[in-house]
């Protein structure tokens, strides 16, 4: 009897912040066979946890026609999937060339360039942040003004906060865009920077499968000027009205994207003027939104997008109401960390789901603004949010670490 297999493009570099391994995972219980197709494949450590992985050249689209049509001569080949944002059109390039179900390439290409995204839901009359699209300093300086500071700047291509920083005078907005600019930045396509109106207010996002909202987040940051999660809640505090506002503007911006295939994230500020779209991400989102989602409502995102990808009928109803939350322990400053500990003591708190940390003793710590700040997370869960975020502040301060901070050179 041939295998079935479902064909994993690339994979996440972040073990603990991505859910590459949770796929894995989800595919094997699903009684498939992962096999993954990587530039690198030793770049990403859970692949050992029963994944095969192939090394191929994933930008080269015949390589990638070539290895999938030689795997499907020993094996089934139920589907093809990334949790991988840079290959995700390539997915679905991939999908349609196999005749499997996948989303549309054409729609994920768009979606991706933050810059069209912003012109598609503006020409749909979604309600957006005012935006420009600069290439140098000189016009990012007078593109600020006529957005008005303060401004966040972010490169047009890009996940994960990384190179998103908030400017609150041109001197920050010439130094980051000098920064972007400098070859210090890496850059998934050709160099070009987003300046966005600062949308003030509280910070929501949209778990969408297909056309429908699953679940509604609400997420708080660490310092600016930068933009890292420090906590993520679920359900979000929203009226009802609040509530469905967010899912009518979810599903305009899907119409606008031609988007409603697979998992879709969209975030939300909520203004004066109501809740404005600051990015739709066409993919599934990286930790800690399936954990959450799945303690809150007991829908598992990753299966069930898998169902799709497979091709079977996904199950999205809602089996439990609870409260769920996660807290991302983030570095209150550079130097090397001496020891961080508590974890065991933290984790035996009732209700407290999940304790991890992703570094150790004696490693460097140089904050960048972004996701790679994270030292690690503690997730909790109970009937009410109330209850929940007192088991999760509970936990947290029982989490203990010290940071040395490097030497001053001037000094």
């Known amino acids: 009897m041939i295998r079935r297999t479902l064909i994993l493009l690339e994979g996440n570099i972040q073990y603990s912040t991505g859910n590459g391994l949770l796929y894995v995972q989800a595919a094997q219980r699903l009684g498939l066979h992962p096999i993954a197709l990587s530039a690198d494949p030793a770049q990403y450590d859970y692949f050992a946890a029963g994944c095969e992985a192939i090394s191929v050249d994933t930008s080269n689209h015949d390589a990638l026609i070539h290895e999938c049509s030689r795997l499907g001569e020993s094996y089934d080949i139920a589907g093809i999937t990334s949790v991988n944002e840079s290959v995700y059109s390539t997915v679905g390039t991939l999908c349609r060339h196999f005749d499997l179900p996948g989303p549309n390439p054409a729609s994920i290409e768009q979606c991706c360039d933050k810059f069209t995204q912003r012109q598609l839901l503006e020409k749909a009359r979604v309600p957006i942040p005012a935006y420009r699209l600069v290439e140098n300093a000189t016009d990012a300086e007078r593109a600020a003004s006529e957005v008005g500071l303060p401004v966040v700047l972010k490169p047009a291509v890009g996940i994960g906060s990384s190179g998103v920083r908030l400017c609150r005078n041109l001197e920050e907005v010439v130094e980051h865009t000098t920064y972007l600019l400098g070859g210090k930045h890496r850059w998934r396509s050709s160099p070009r920077i987003l300046i966005e109106e600062f949308a003030q207010g509280s910070h929501y996002y949209a778990k969408i499968m297909g056309n429908e909202v699953l679940a509604i987040g609400a997420a708080s940051f660490g310092p600016a000027p930068h933009f890292v999660y420090s906590e993520v809640t679920f359900p979000a505090p929203l009226a009802d009205h609040e509530h469905e506002r967010i899912v009518d503007i979810s599903l305009a911006s899907l119409r606008a994207l031609e988007l409603g295939w697979g998992p879709t994230g969209i975030e939300f500020r909520w203004t004066k003027r109501g809740p404005v779209v600051i ?23 990753v299966t069930e997008h898998l169902k799709l990808v497979i091709g079977e009928e996904s199950n999205l109803g809602r089996t439990r109401s609870h409260a769920a939350a996660a807290r991302i322990l983030l570095p209150e400053c550079d130097g090397m960390l001496d020891w961080i500990g508590g974890v065991s003591r933290a984790a035996a708190v009732p209700g407290v789901k999940e304790v991890k940390l992703y570094v150790k003793p004696k490693t460097p710590i140089t904050r960048v603004g972004d996701y790679r700040d994270w030292l690690g997370h503690v997730i909790a869960s109970s009937s009410n949010p109330t209850q929940t975020e007192a088991i999760l502040r509970h936990a947290v301060d029982l989490i203990g670490w010290t940071i040395t901070p490097f030497p001053n050179p001037a000094e």
């Open 279 to 301: 990015e739709v991400n066409p993919r599934a989102g990286g930790f800690p939104d399936p954990q959450l989602v799945q303690l809150a409502y007991g829908i598992d995102l």
